[in-house]
Nanobody, 125 residues
Framework: QVQLVESGGDLVQPGGSLRLSCTAS????????MGWYRQTPGKERESVAA???????SYSDSVKGRSTISRDNAKNTVYLQMNSLKPEDTAVYYC???????????????????WGQGTQVTVSS
């Protein structure tokens, strides 16, 4: 019903910048919180940043001051601008969205969490 497609992951040198994008599509009625998570092998997925439909933002301590999350509600898109990247930022970054959607088949509204497929960010010289 709802798909999230991420882009922007890349190989960058320490100190560099990247901008991740994630666009939601499908039978969307409204998108509540959107955010970014990241995961490295052997570790749990951790929250990086989130933005509510009203524009309130939150960040993990690991990226606070170096990253900015924003969203374009008209485009159902969330962005993560990451600056001063460090090797420890290397991870697969996943987009998350809390979405209310409508099913024309069942004629029901439902609210679910959706995830993107992940985009690789590698910070290395």
């Amino acid at each position: 019903q709802v798909q999230l497609v991420e882009s922007g992951g890349d190989l960058v040198q320490p100190g560099g910048s990247l901008r991740l994008s994630c666009t939601a599509s499908g039978s969307i009625v409204s998108i509540h919180t959107m955010g970014w998570y990241r995961q490295t092998p052997g570790k749990e997925r951790e929250s990086v940043a989130a933005v509510t439909s009203g524009g309130s933002t939150s960040y993990s301590d690991s990226v606070k001051g170096r990253s900015t999350i924003s969203r374009d509600n008209a485009k159902n898109t969330v962005y993560l601008q990451m600056n001063s990247l460090k090797p420890e930022d290397t991870a697969v970054y996943y987009c998350h969205a809390d979405v209310t959607s409508y099913s024309s088949a069942s004629r029901f509204f439902s609210r679910h969490d959706y995830w993107g497929q992940g985009t690789q960010v590698t910070v290395s010289s």
